[in-house]
């Protein structure tokens, strides 16, 4: 294990973490795994995390946070105060200057150590995640293990952010080497809470960086773990710091100049003002934002494949995803597979995270509410519903879940809300069309460019459509098309803000910055 290197606070900085905080033990020691909340839960503390301590806000606002299986209140999480935000940018700062001069080789053995740590710990990650964020269990583990896989592709930094030089006349180099940049805001999603989370820490500790780092407020409570166990993993004191809250610490995280690059993962509104905020006090800025995702089925296909795609696309994570597919166009004689869709759909099970289904609930009441609308919505504007996923049966207590099930629409148009607006939602709907060129016409002139699938054997037909279409991110036979660690997220459009994508490549180049260095030894003596 590297040893670990400790990094101080001045004085003045301690006496406002010890005015204004009180450390207390990890709050994820004693919860239980695997468990879903009833009403002998007892309630754990969302913590501040500054300078590998776990610390009690002394906020007077606090939102409740429910597990969506049961709707008890599991956690609550506090408004982190303009002293609790002022001291975790500090920290971040103050230990930047330390953590910078921590040789490569050393922070590369702190991302083997903790990912060495993650794996042990993957279990406990996606208990904490269904618990907060519904999914089910499966799709946690996956989640956990996705982030991972980046945390892997970190450990690549020597090659990524290795120097060049070239001698440009006799005795004179030019060298150009990137170097840290600095203190990093970070303001995360709820639908990813790993993942997403380690699209940055590893990155960042690899780089020399320092960061602070705000959950959502409906899933907080894996930004502490993660922080926890890169303490284990031996990262110093004020690298990984996590606050709370929702508008002032993301205006926050947004304009404070002791950071220097912000990412953000989310709503387009909220994105859209992160963006302008970050641009206007001159930070680095990476914003992925809102989407709507077409998959194109065209008559020749396999019909197993589709139905398998079109359930991993629509329904992983309880499509509260990204990528999920929201729109399925159907080519000519392709609607021949709508009976066979309609049986695989309703075959699908809604279930608690912690019990046998192929997905959990949604993650808040307002969002299972919101699904309502568009349904009805869809209905009262024409759209026929072919599978009602609304009021499931549930059965063990879990009446008061905010469970839905697959839900199947037909015929929606502009003008719907389950056409215009991103589902994130187990529901998708079903649009018959007459030419592949049409279709393409029709995914282009949508905003968002985050992802688009195609399903068929016609490999000619396939390579045309990945040509002209304009999104970033395509599957051929894959309904989810993200890429690999190594690759990283290629969204276009209006789904990013930003030059430099999250993970992969690009992560290395957005966590540093070049510095050209010119040599000359010429008029020196040799002596």
Known sequence: MLARKTLRLNSVQLKTIARSLSSVPSPFATLPEKQHATEQFKEYLTTTYINNSHLKSDSKEWFKVYDPATNKVITQVPQSTDAELDSAIQAAADAFELFKEVSIIKRLDLVFNYIEILKKNKEKLASLIVLEQGKAYSDAIADVIRGIQCAEHATTVVKETEGVSLEISNGIESKVIREPIGVTGS???????????????????????????????????????????????????????????????????????????????????????????????????????????????????????????????????????????????????????IPDIIERVKALKVRPGFEDGDFGPVVTKESLQRLHDIIEDAEAKGAEILVDGRNPEVPGGYENGYFIGATLLKGIRPGMRAYDEELFGPIFGIVEVETLDHTIDIINKNPFGNSVAIFTRDGVAANKFVKKINIGQVGINSSIPIGIAQHGFTSNKASFLGDLHFYGPSAFKFFTQPKTVITSWRGYSEN
Not at 215 to 230: R, T, W, Y
């Open 187 to 337: 303001i995360m999603p709820f639908n990813f809470p790993v993942m997403i989370m380690l699209w940055t820490i590893p990155y960042i500790i690899a780089t020399g960086n320092t960061t602070v780092i705000k959950p959502s407020e409906l899933c907080p409570g894996s930004g502490a773990l993660l922080a926890e166990l890169a303490a284990e993993a031996g990262v110093p004191k004020g690298v990984i710091n996590i606050v709370h809250g929702k508008h002032a610490t993301v205006e926050k995280l947004s304009t404070d100049p002791r950071i220097s690059a912000v990412t953000f993962v989310g709503g387009n509104n909220a994105g859209k003002a992160v963006y302008a905020n970050a641009t206007k006090h001159h930070k680095r800025v990476k914003v992925n934002l809102g989407a709507k995702n077409h998959v194109v089925v065209l008559p020749d296909v396999e019909k197993d494949v589709l139905l398998k795609g079109i359930v991993s696309g629509a329904f992983s994570s309880t499509g509260q995803v990204c990528l999920s597919t929201d729109v399925l166009f159907l080519v000519k004689e392709a609607n021949r597979f």
